[in-house]
């Protein structure tokens, strides 16, 4: 199964690195989408059908949090697994977001076998929307 992956950073330099790291890993995709924000990523989740969500916390105009509240308050969309890979280091706010229901935490800087560990950990989960 290639999996479609939404990557969401507003660093330039740190998407085409987690991108790097998705293709260095061995995971099965099909496409990498690139997102600068939560509120482009939700535009980008309107266009092209997302297995797998990889989000930053800290971004400008929507962050991290904002941006995974709002999928999991759409049917469409609220079974997506979503990752957090960030340099957050904030107890309350790691909290916040693991009560918004996350997949996964990966702390930066990690290495592709931490991505790929982390991608294979959901590939035999079920996320697809309710039919």
């Known amino acids: 199964m290639a999996l479609n992956i939404l990557v969401v950073d507003d ?10 790291a998705i293709e260095a890993s061995g995971v099965d ?7 600068q924000n939560g509120r482009e990523a939700l535009k980008k989740l309107e266009e092209h059908w997302i297995d797998i ?6 971004m400008p105009e929507m962050n991290g949090i904002e941006f995974i509240k709002k999928i999991r308050e759409s049917e469409v969309h609220k079974k997506l697994p979503i990752v957090v890979i960030t340099t957050e280091r904030s107890i309350s706010i790691m909290k916040e977001v693991e009560d918004l229901g996350i997949e996964g935490y990966m702390k930066k800087p990690f290495t592709p076998e931490e ?10 989960k079920e996320f697809l929307p309710d039919q």
């Not at 995709?29 to 997102?35: D, K, M, R, T, Y």
């Open 11 to 20: 660093s330039h330099t740190m998407r085409k690195f987690i991108i790097k």
């Open 29 to 35: 995709c099909g496409l990498i989408i690139e997102a």
């Open 53 to 58: 969500i990889l989000t930053d916390i800290n």
């Open 115 to 124: 991505i790929r560990k982390t991608l294979t950990s959901l590939i035999g």
